[in-house]
Each structure stands twice: as C-alpha cells, then as structure tokens.
C-alpha cells in the first residue's frame, strides 16, 4: 500500500496548489519517506527528504519533553507555582501566584497566549520576553478552561534555560536532539542555511513570504524549530518505545512518557484536525486506539504529525503553501487507516438541515491578542467576523465574514469550507445561558 506513496504525494501537492511537501512514515518496521515539489519557487530548489522545514508548534512538545526531564530528576514539580523557579514570572491580574507548570504544560494558565514580541536575536531574548509578559492579559481563571497558549510555551522554555543554566537551545541540542541521534535539524538561522530549507508560500499567487526567520523569544512555542521529517518520526518512536531513543538511550522515564499522553484536560469544540483532549504537550485523538500528535504552522509552513503506539506508527508531514487541510484530507488521514486500521473520523461537515437556535445568548464581540471577533444574527445562524490585530495584519490577515450554522450543542460549524475544511467554532456558556468565550481554532477569546 505504500509502494505508490511517491505518486500519491505528487498528485496530492498538484490537486491542493503546494509548492513542496515532504512525508515521512514509520511503518511494518521501515522508515519511508517522499518529497515533492521545490523549497522555494523564487529559487527552484528541489524538495528533498533531507530538505528542513519549519515544524511550528510541534516543537512545544520538544520543550514539554525538556521540562518532564526536570521532573524525572526531581528539580520541577508540575504543580507547585511558576514563580518557585522564575521569580520574575508575572502576568496582569496577578494570577501569576497560582499558575503552575502543570497549567502552562496543558495551556490552561489563563492569561494571553498569542503575544510574539521580538525581544532581539541575543541569549537573553527569553529573559526580556518573561519581563513583556507582565502585560499579558486575563482570559480565565487559571486551570478552567482550555485556552491554547504560546506564550505559556516561552515561560517554560525560559524556566528549562534557567535550571540548566543554558539557553533553551543548547538544552535542546544536548538532551533531546544529540541523543535521539538527529541530523537534519536547525534551531537558529544560521544552522538553516546549511540545509534545504523550505520559505513559506502565501497568498493566492503562492508567493515566498519574505521574511523567514521569526522571534527567537518565541521558540519553545515553535517559531524556529526546522527538522527534516524523520527528525520528528524518530522523535514520535521514542514515545512508542517508553522514552528510550532508538540507540537505547533513555530520554524520559515511562511514567513521564504516560504522563504526557494522559489526559490533563478537555478542549471545548467540534473534533476533527485538533483534539478534544490534550495531555502533558500532546494532542490526544481517540480513534477506536491510542492516537497522539500535534500540528504546528508558521508563515507559509504547516506540519501534521500524528503516532499510534499500537500499531508501531508513525507519521510527519510538512508542506510550505497551499491548501494544507486538503493534503491532510487526501493523504495523511487515509493513510493512517490503510496502515493502522483505524477509524480515522472524517472532517465535520455542516447538517442539510441545520437546527434553528436562539442566537441572543451568543451575539456580541470576542476578543484577544491576533483578533476580535464580532457575533451577529444572521438568517439560519450566525455571521463572525474576524477583524485581525496589529501583527496578524501586518502578516497579510485581512477582515473577513463568515457564515456559520447549528452543528450541536453551543457549536456552529462554517456553511462554506475553506482550504478544504469546514471551520468550526464553539461558545463556552455561563449559568445565566450567556456566553463568557468563544473558542476557535483551539484559541479561547472573552467576551467584552
């Protein structure tokens, strides 16, 4: 079944407008893996398996992974305060006093997460962005609800340079990327070049974003972490084999490797590409078996990556343009079924007939850091509109309506797909019936 994944790739990339895609697998005992396409249009270089893309929020659960070491050694524990072991850690509601590593590690920590100052390219860059967060705003009450927090990923990358006394890269290197005998990885710019790697396509022209290299304040959330894929199904079977690396290094105990792909917390919302429960940095999918991941984009770059300890599975997929939904549609997820056996469940779609709700409790306008959202009555539903932030803008956001129906509970999912996926969006509800949230896209904004 695997013997056309070279033409499958291909016709997948062609159908869905990408300019290069690579795919690596671990399946039947063998690593597989293709590419298609070029790294970059503007230049034409080729995509290769060895080619590097930017893996995005993937990397949290490298940093999730720094931070269980520490617990394995006895220096963190998950639920005493942040601030036991970064004083300065401070948010502005003063919740700082309660948030513990456990609610950063499973992005519950209630303040801002989508804040991405650039503090400058010099090892302090994690430093200087603790001190900017003090700003960070209120969305919740720490540790009740699901809010999807980068901003919580840069605290504990400063927290694991602070206890090993180096920056969260070298920590990298050392603990995790030498160990798991890595080769085609890059954290920093200047180790990109040295490989193929991939620039980001935006736009309906598929033009190259022209500014590849992001903050480096927030790179334990993923905005510099590029790997050739095999990098991350290497990393995927050290979870499958209990934290032992392939030449039998132990990386993590196994009561870490089961802490993480336990459940912590529920995510509010309609199940499809994201989870509807999330462990200690991992994505968690229930698939009639064990299923966890995560999915990561930067500008122009998206990542899909997915293992069933079960079936001894693995699979990473990046792509730099294009309908990236499409690509996961038509390959990734049929694949995971041919090879596991798995159900994996098809994408929501929205109901022919779609049930008619009061709209009242739900109207209204939602905000946080990249977006405010305006809720309004519209017929058969609800019209949304995202109007973006400074930052989103600046990266080519532009205001948009979209019309949404009743698809269950307080959720409403898009009338028309876009980039192959019907979007869908769920209200968190008070007791007086009136929503205090809207979550979208794993982001939990308040009602103002």
Not at 367 to 375: D, F, K, L, Q, S
């Amino acid at each position: 079944m695997l013997d056309n994944l070279q033409e499958r790739l291909d016709e997948a990339a062609r159908k869905h407008g990408v300019p290069g895609a690579s795919l690596a697998l671990w399946a039947n005992g063998e690593l597989v893996q293709a590419a298609t396409g070029v790294v970059n249009r503007d230049t034409g270089v080729e995509t290769t398996p060895d080619s590097v893309f930017q893996v995005g929020s993937t990397t949290k659960v490298w940093t999730a992974t720094l931070v269980m070491q520490l617990v394995d050694e006895g220096l963190v524990d998950l639920d005493r305060p942040v601030r036991d072991y970064l004083p300065e850690f401070a948010v502005a509601d003063g919740s700082e006093k309660v948030v513990t590593v456990r609610h950063l590690l499973t992005h519950s920590g209630g303040f801002d997460g989508d804040l991405f100052e650039d503090t400058g390219r010099g090892d302090d860059s994690l430093d200087k962005y603790i001190h900017f967060l003090r700003d960070a705003g209120h969305v919740h009450e720490p540790g009740a609800l699901f809010s999807y927090c980068n901003s919580g990923y840069c605290v504990l990358g400063a927290l694991v340079a602070r206890l090993r006394g180096t920056t969260w890269e070298q920590a990298m290197r050392e603990r995790l990327l030498g160990p798991l005998g890595a080769t085609h990885w890059a954290l920093l710019p200047e180790e990109a070049i040295l490989f193929r790697a991939s620039a980001g396509h935006v736009g309906p022209e598929g033009a190259v974003h022209r500014s590849w290299a992001m903050p480096r304040s927030n790179a334990p959330a993923g905005s510099t972490m590029c790997l050739a894929l095999r990098e991350l199904v290497r990393f995927g079977r050290m979870f499958v084999a209990g934290g032992v690396a392939q030449d039998g290094t132990r990386l993590l105990s196994e009561e870490a490797v089961a802490a993480m792909r336990t459940k912590q917390i529920d995510v509010p919302g309609v199940p499809g590409l994201l989870a509807d429960r999330w462990g200690l940095g991992f994505e968690l999918f229930d698939w009639g078996g064990e299923v966890y991941g995560h999915d990561g984009g930067t500008i122009g770059q998206s990542t899909f990556w997915r293992v069933v300890p079960g079936s001894d599975f693995a699979i990473a997929m990046s792509v730099n343009g294009g309908a990236v939904v499409g690509m996961i549609a038509d390959l990734a997820l049929p694949l995971i079924r041919e090879v596991t056996g798995l159900a994996v469940p098809d994408l929501p779609v929205p109901s022919e007939t779609p049930q008619a709700v009061d709209p009242a409790p739900y109207l209204g306008g939602y905000a946080g850091p990249m977006y405010t959202w305006e809720v309004a009555e519209a017929p058969e539903g609800l019209d949304v509109t995202l109007i973006p932030g400074e930052f989103m803008e600046s990266n080519g956001q532009t205001r948009t309506t979209t019309r949404f129906t009743h698809h269950t509970g307080h959720s409403f999912i898009a009338a028309a797909p876009k980039d192959g996926m019907h979007e869908t969006i769920t209200f968190v509800v008070g007791e007086d019936g009136r929503a205090t949230h809207l979550h979208a896209g794993a982001r939990t904004l308040r009602h103002v």
